[in-house]
């Protein structure tokens, strides 16, 4: 749920990356801030396990500019996507304003994409929320791995809300920012109906 | 249940700054945040200044959210108050009014019974303050009042991503 701070005329808003492990929610995170000005972040946080898999959340804070008079602050947030992990899944989905989904396009990873994308839409309704009712994004991640499966397979199977999507391969960063701003946008076009 | 969204105006700010400001004075704390359980930083004072608030805030209520989540298990609502004792500095969280968490960083100039006698007091002002905002904001809401950022344009959003 979004913080209006009138004091410092900041608008705070949390974003959060879900999908199943290894889909690259982290590098995505990671991409932004390592392209983002240094004024313009705050640090990221990572709590993640020996072999850096997530273990609770990435965390990266973000600002985004000025609108009307109030900076616009994000915070990135990351879901730990191993199907065990799901305790820590829902917590992380508290008070969110926009969700990315990240689907693994390798085609052995569909039935995972399936089983998290399930996982989201109960997680979310158990926080209170509908998947149709908050800015949402897809984003189809490793497009460019020879086992990609087809996109329109995926659109199929991942994206039936038709909501916008990304073809994206963030470790080199392809489709990162362009996801980042669909949601963002997303999310500030909400705030202009307040109580959802 | 989803909360409603939360709006701090300029004459909250100031009621919630003035307690947390005689709490660090009452408890002789380092340090006192204010943060809501979402993750977002509402309001610090004392002296440690420069340190990273915005990581301190997030980690806070992820934190709370995990122990909450392991109350449920054993069967208990929620542990509202959380002790870390650490060489130095002591953290003492406590949750208020279910909505937002107090965060006192203490060293040896003052005790863990200190801050917890001073806590108790601040945390039901601040209980109270944040309740009049909840009333305020379900007041805007029946009445069905435009969000303050109704005006914002298309434009002004896409002005954000213009780089």
Known sequence: MSFINYSSREINCKIVYYGPGLC????????????????????????????????????????????????????????????FYDASRKLILKGVDGVVFVADSQIERMEANLESADNLRINLREQGYELEKIPYVVQYNKRDLPNAAPLQEMRRLLNPLQVSEFEASANVGKGVFETLKAVAKGVLTDLKKLGR | MVDTQLVMYDEDYRKILGVLQRLARDANAKG??????????????????????????????GSVAATGGLAKIIGEEEFPIH??????????????????????????????????????????????????MQKRAERAQASGAASPFAEITDDDIDNLFSE
Not at chain 1, 61 to 76: D, Q, S, V, Y
Not at chain 2, 45 to 57: K, P, Y
């Open chain 1, 24 to 83: 690259g929610k982290t590098t995505n995170l990671q991409f932004i801030y390592s392209k983002t000005n240094p004024e313009l972040k705050g640090k990221m946080i990572s709590l993640a396990t020996e072999t850096e898999r997530t273990l609770f959340f990435d965390f990266l804070p973000l600002a985004l500019g000025e609108i009307r008079g109030f900076k616009t602050r994000f915070h990135l947030y990351t879901v730990p996507g191993q199907v």
């Open chain 2, 32 to 61: 006192i945040f204010l943060v809501d359980k979402n993750g977002q930083l509402v309001a610090e004072t004392g002296e440690m200044r420069g340190i990273d608030s915005t990581s301190l805030a997030s980690l806070t209520a």
């Open chain 2, 83 to 132: 002790f870390h004792q650490g060489q130095r500095d002591n953290l003492h969280i406590t949750l208020v009014g279910g909505r937002v968490i107090l965060v006192v960083v203490f060293d040896e100039r003052s005790s863990l019974g200190l801050v917890r006698l001073r806590v108790k007091k601040a945390g039901a002002e601040l209980a109270h303050v944040f309740e009049e």
